[in-house]
């Protein structure tokens, strides 16, 4: 078996061609290999070389900072980006909107299905994740902008159903992100926060003929590593990278924490009582929902307040979180740090994870309100000329069987107040969230109507179901006036649910500063 060389971020950047296709690992802020990442740019600024790359990653890679995936945004640099979300990476995205770029927004799960399926030489990937939004060529096909023209998903029929295909490419390069590498190439992952894609990326790029660069903290002697450690074998790997401290960070300006890659398990803590807001009455509306072991998997914002509702009341070791990079149990965490999960139980192959999901494993799945219509349409994945992405968010909604959608009822300066048992709003925001049309569809009312899943919006004043005639209102906060602070704040009038000549009100004990006793 022959060694890998080892060699500099800059002899690796020299690697590429123009033309060439390019994958990298991260997930938002971890598992970047930033050393790889700016020698690729600083050759660039340099050279004008490499030109014309199509650059491709699964999820999310930055930190809106340059970092990341920003090091590729320069004009003649990429031909073409393709990712599942592009929220991190803003100046790609405002490259699309000028067509300086083709841009693909994809699903997150298709995509890691797709590298497996590139190693294997299939024709590509085959998922019904996607229909009914704008990932279905009917409705756009995951392109961006005008200057998008390739199609990327097809819709075919198999027994009479339909499916969303993506066909597979060649990718001829693959920067990667280990933690020891041995002399013979083998990678491990000890320090990284999940193996996310890296072994199917591996395989796809080495399959493709490509080359595969791994950049480690450190080269050991050969035989020292754990096999069982080992994610990315020494026979897919050409090149190792030894990089420096402050380009090898576990995530973008955060030290190496031992609870979150699983080397440690640390002491379960109790977080002090969240002040009562409008986000804990959605955490503690959502809470209600949750029942003796689940499965469960929380988007950001909003959502992330159930998980500490249900902390707070004793019942956190009830439910079993998940994360979509593969972290199964312990506290996710957010920020530079989402992605990981702290005193995990285990930490799959996202790949595996969204095997998962897709197949319909989670019980509940609770993630952000941006945009809804009166058919129950979701957006979470374009404003206007901002492209944030959809992430897993489709692959998650539209296969889990009771979905929850949070977020407060209107947005940008909303102010609201608890007080005596009932919700004041202060000041409404200037932002309507509840539309006659999304801008984008996300997720399909439609669709889940007719997989039969129980779709539920919950925000501070008010709570939605889905039915198959759209938007039913079901539930108003005490405190509430209905004409004034919900029907006058929508640009549409949803069907309302009366009990006994009223709208049902929002359980009491969510809105008094005292435990609800869920336990």
């Given amino acids: 078996m022959g060694k890998p060389q080892i060699i500099t971020a800059r002899e690796a950047a020299e690697l590429l061609r123009d033309g060439d296709t390019l994958t990298t690992s991260g997930f938002v802020a971890s598992c970047i290999p930033e050393a790889l990442n700016k020698a690729v740019e600083r050759r660039f600024l340099e050279t004008g070389h490499p030109r014309d790359l199509t650059y491709l990653y699964v999820s999310s890679q930055g930190n809106r900072d340059g970092r990341g995936g920003e090091h590729y945004a320069h004009k003649g640099l990429l031909k073409r980006f393709i990712a599942a979300h592009w929220a991190t990476v803003p100046a790609l995205g405002e490259m699309a909107m000028r067509n300086e770029i083709e841009g693909y927004n994809l699903s997150q799960g298709a995509l890691c299905h797709l590298f497996r399926d590139i190693a294997g030489h299939k024709p590509g990937t085959i998922t019904p994740v996607g229909l009914g939004t704008f990932l279905d060529p009917r409705n756009g096909g995951g392109k961006i902008n005008s200057i998008t023209t390739e199609d990327m998903v ?52 080495k399959n493709s003929g490509g080359v595969v660069v791994v950049q480690v903290e450190e080269v050991v002697r050969a035989g020292s590593l754990d096999p069982r450690l080992v994610k990315i074998p020494g026979i897919y790997v050409d090149y190792l990278v030894v990089a420096p401290p402050e380009e090898h960070q576990q995530s973008l300006d955060c030290g190496c924490d031992l609870t979150i890659c699983g080397a440690l398990r640390g002491p379960d803590t109790v977080s002090a009582p969240l002040a009562l807001s409008a986000k804990k009455i959605i955490g503690r509306r959502g809470a209600l929902e949750l029942t003796s072991g689940v499965t469960v998997n929380l988007g950001v914002g909003a959502p992330e307040y159930v998980a500490a509702v249900a902390a707070e009341e004793g019942i956190g070791n009830q439910m079993t979180l998940t994360v979509e990079s593969g972290p199964i149990g312990g506290i996710p965490q957010g920020g530079l740090r989402f992605g990981s999960s702290r005193n995990a139980d285990a930490i799959l ?90 801008e984008q569809v996300t997720f399909s009312g439609d669709m889940a109507v007719k997989n039969g899943q129980e779709v539920t919006y919950i925000t501070e004043r008010c709570v939605f179901r889905l039915r198959s005639d759209g938007l039913h209102l079901t539930e108003i906060a005490p405190g509430v006036d209905l004409e004034r602070d919900i029907l006058a704040q929508m640009d549409f009038t949803p069907a309302i649910d009366h009990v006994d000549g009223a709208v049902p009100l929002m359980d009491p004990r969510i809105f008094r500063d005292a435990p609800m006793g869920l336990a």
Avoid at 383 to 404: L, W, Y
């Fill in 154 to 205: 097809e819709l075919i029929t198999i027994h009479g159903k339909e499916y969303l295909f993506y066909p597979a490419f060649p990718v001829q390069v693959a920067f990667l992100r280990g933690t020891y590498a041995d002399e013979r190439g083998n990678v491990t992952l000890e320090h990284e926060v999940a193996p996310l894609e890296a072994t199917s990326v591996a395989q796809a790029v």
């Fill in 349 to 438: 192959d996202q790949g595996y994870q969204f095997d998962f999901y897709d197949g319909g494993g989670l019980d509940q799945t609770y993630l952000g309100l941006a945009q809804c219509d009166r058919y129950g349409n979701i957006n979470v994945s374009r404003f206007g000329p901002k492209i944030a992405g959809c992430g897993g968010f489709i692959d998650i909604s539209q296969n889990t069987r009771q979905v929850f959608f949070c977020g407060t009822f209107t947005a940008d300066g909303l102010k609201v107040q608890v007080k005596d048992g009932a919700v004041h709003i202060l000041q409404e925001g200037r932002s309507r969230k509840f539309l006659r049309q999304v």
